[in-house]
């Protein structure tokens, strides 16, 4: 089964700090790598997606590193802030043959005030 | 505004009882999906339906059943054959197989259903 394997699975960090969550897979076919954010009690929501033509992308706070040859990308989360806390999955497939999204397994993240 | 609505948002059910979970979208998406969300073990997709009147399995479709009668709807019945039925189900929609964002999912706000 193609796996996405993510880390950590809860992390709890200051407000301002940095929040780092990574993520590896092992289909060398991916092209599509997104993450999704989820809010207690509510369906997850696409947060950032990266495709493996450029090593960054950065919107506002977020911004993905991915490391093809490692076959690994992060989600880095800059002046992390209370209203980030939520749950966190990485994502992969390789999308122009249309195959399904395979998730990571998650990571709680809590920004403490 | 376009969106999915999943519908009941919180569900009891007794062991041996068949339950159907609600999914309506109105983005005229053409995929449609069925997620079990359990904690610490991520999303995982039990049916798909890329086009009306077809579905394939997923990764965990045992003691569940879908339709697809209508683009709009993709009902979700979990069967008294699920061993283990408590969780939170998620639905989804995205674009079609080779469109441009066909990997991009728009998920309703989840059943949770327990099995008391």
């Known amino acids: 089964q193609q796996q996405v394997k993510q880390s950590p699975q809860s992390l709890i960090v200051q407000k301002g700090g940095i929040s780092i969550i990574n993520c590896a897979y092992e289909?060398?076919?991916?092209?599509?790598f997104p993450w999704y954010q989820q809010f207690p009690g509510k369906g997850p929501a696409l947060l950032i997606a990266i495709r493996p033509d450029v090593s960054e992308k950065k919107e506002g706070r977020f911004t993905i590193s991915f490391n093809k040859s490692a076959k690994q990308f992060s989600l880095h989360i800059m002046d992390s802030q209370p209203g980030d806390s939520a749950t966190y999955f990485c994502a992969a497939s390789k999308e122009t043959s249309g195959s399904r999204l395979t998730f990571g397994e998650g990571t709680q993240l809590t920004v403490n005030p | 505004d376009g969106g999915i609505t999943q519908s009941p948002k919180y569900l009891f059910r007794k062991e041996g009882q068949n339950v159907t979970l609600s999914c309506e979208q109105n983005l005229n998406h053409d995929a449609m999906y069925w997620y079990r969300q359990d904690p610490g073990q991520g999303l995982r997709l039990i049916y798909y339906s890329q086009i009306v009147n077809d579905f394939q399995k997923g990764d965990i479709a045992e003691g569940y059943s879908v339709s697809r009668e209508k683009k709009e709807s993709f009902p979700l019945t979990v069967t008294s054959a699920q061993k283990n039925p408590t969780a939170f189900y998620l639905c989804?929609?995205?674009?079609?197989?080779?469109?441009?964002?066909?990997?991009?999912?728009?998920f309703g706000a989840g059943s949770r259903l327990t099995v008391l």
């Open positions: 989804a929609s995205s674009r079609g197989t080779g469109s441009s964002g066909a990997n991009v999912l728009t």
């Open positions: 289909n060398t076919a991916f092209d599509y």
